[in-house]
């Protein structure tokens, strides 16, 4: 990745919401690229499309009990991947596998699946099917909120991730904190054409544009971060909400 995600410890913190166990298996994206623009589908839902880099990203948010699909898209028809399921004890930096694997060259698609029994309870799976009525309206909020730099509207929109960082043991006062760079935030790329993808037999809903950017992308030049938002949303207790990262 050529910038760095506040999101990133967000993700983190998610991986601590694994139900504690003498090893709870986390199955895991390894991938190395070189190209300018690739994606990553899990089970229909689009993760995140950025550029090539090496690393790994934990498959746990959009898990489903049996047979879960990873798809992977090379876009850059002068791009590489070498992409694998890898999987080991959640907070270990051991790794078994790889259980599938695939190598992509040019304009390419390749989906790899991996089997997972896990009982995780974050915000997709308590997200319900009633419709994308409202759903834009609560898009446009958030962007509305962030080029305010209205912390509390923007935290209120991040309801369901906020509720996932606070079930893996962050104290609830802590999670503003997460949010405070947006005073610092200089650039501010809001995105208006925009199209929906459901997934997940309708409890997630994909915002993007047609190539992958999301509807929010906020920057803090001096400190070198970036926040990328908005993209997956899904309706949990009445009310539309992100889901997660995009990253």
């Given at each position: ?29 390894s991938f190395?690229?070189?190209?300018t ?22 498959l ?19 791009g590489?991947a ?31 699946t991996?089997?997972?029994e ?24 958030l ?20 509720t ?12 503003p ?6 005073a ?10 925009l ?32 926040w990328?938002t908005?993209?997956?949303?899904g ?13």
């Amino acid at each position: 990745m050529t910038h760095k995600l506040i999101t990133s410890a967000i993700a983190l913190f998610l991986a601590s919401a694994l139900p504690a166990a003498a090893c709870t298996v986390v199955h895991e994206l390894s991938f190395r690229m070189e190209g300018t623009d690739y994606s990553i589908e899990m089970n229909g839902v689009l993760l995140v499309r950025d550029e090539g880099g090496n690393g790994g990203r934990p498959l746990m948010t959009y898990l489903i009990p049996g047979e879960n699909t990873v798809t992977v898209t090379q876009h850059d028809p002068n791009g590489t991947a070498e992409v694998q399921i890898m999987k080991g004890c959640e907070g270990s930096f051991d790794r078994e596998g790889p259980f599938d694997t695939a190598t992509l060259e040019g304009e390419s698609t390749a989906t790899l699946t991996f089997t997972s029994e896990s009982d995780m309870k974050l915000a997709p799976s308590r997200a319900v099917a009633e419709g994308q009525e409202g759903l834009m309206e609560a898009v446009k909020a958030l962007q509305a909120a962030v080029k305010a730099k209205d912390l509390e509207t923007v935290m209120a929109l991040h309801a369901p991730l906020n509720t996932d960082v606070i079930n893996s043991g962050i104290p609830a006062e802590s999670i503003p904190q997460f949010y405070g760079f947006l005073a610092e935030v200089d650039t501010v790329d809001l995105e208006s054409d925009l199209q929906v993808t459901e997934a997940l037999d309708g409890r997630v809903f994909v915002v993007t544009t047609a190539d992958g950017k999301p509807p929010i992308a906020a920057y803090a030049a001096a400190d070198g971060l970036a926040w990328r938002t908005g993209a997956h949303w899904g309706k949990v207790d009445g009310k539309w909400g992100v889901l997660s990262p995009y990253q």
